[in-house]
């Protein structure tokens, strides 16, 4: 299972972004699919997830600013990001659960991150 994120890079205050991540390999179901991100100095937090159902979850930071979406086919998952502030300056990870066959246990995959500058 391979994750190729992109579309970052160096935005004003109140700019916007949309990041990308495509999902390959050996996949049988995806269970879900999110965004988390890592600011200098910080733990890793989590950004937005969206269900295979398409239920989706924001951190309180990003509501109404940011909005998760997904293709099946490719299995690609985006974040759309406006109003950009500052503080959301950070490496943005990809990650996503899935099962590789039918009956197997949903596992974890991270992509190899995108960093995001918000800066004037």
């Known amino acids: 299972v391979q994750l190729q994120a992109s579309g970052g890079g160096l935005v004003q205050p109140g700019g916007s972004l949309r990041l990308s991540c495509a999902v390959s390999?050996?996949?049988?179901?995806?269970?879900?699919m999110g965004w988390y991100r890592q600011a200098p100095g910080k733990e890793r937090e989590l950004v937005a997830t969206?269900?295979?159902?398409?239920?989706?979850n924001y951190a309180d930071s990003v509501k109404g600013r940011f909005t998760i979406s997904r293709d099946n086919a490719p299995n690609t998952a985006y974040l759309q990001m406006n109003s950009l502030k500052p503080e959301d300056t950070a490496v943005y990870f990809c990650?996503?659960?899935?099962?590789?066959?039918?009956?197997?246990?949903?596992?974890?995959?991270w992509g190899q991150g995108t960093l995001v500058t918000v800066s004037s």
């Open positions: 969206i269900t295979g159902g398409g239920r989706i």
């Open positions: 990650n996503v659960v899935l099962t590789i066959r039918s009956g197997a246990s949903g596992a974890s995959y």
């Open positions: 390999g050996s996949i049988f179901s995806i269970n879900r």
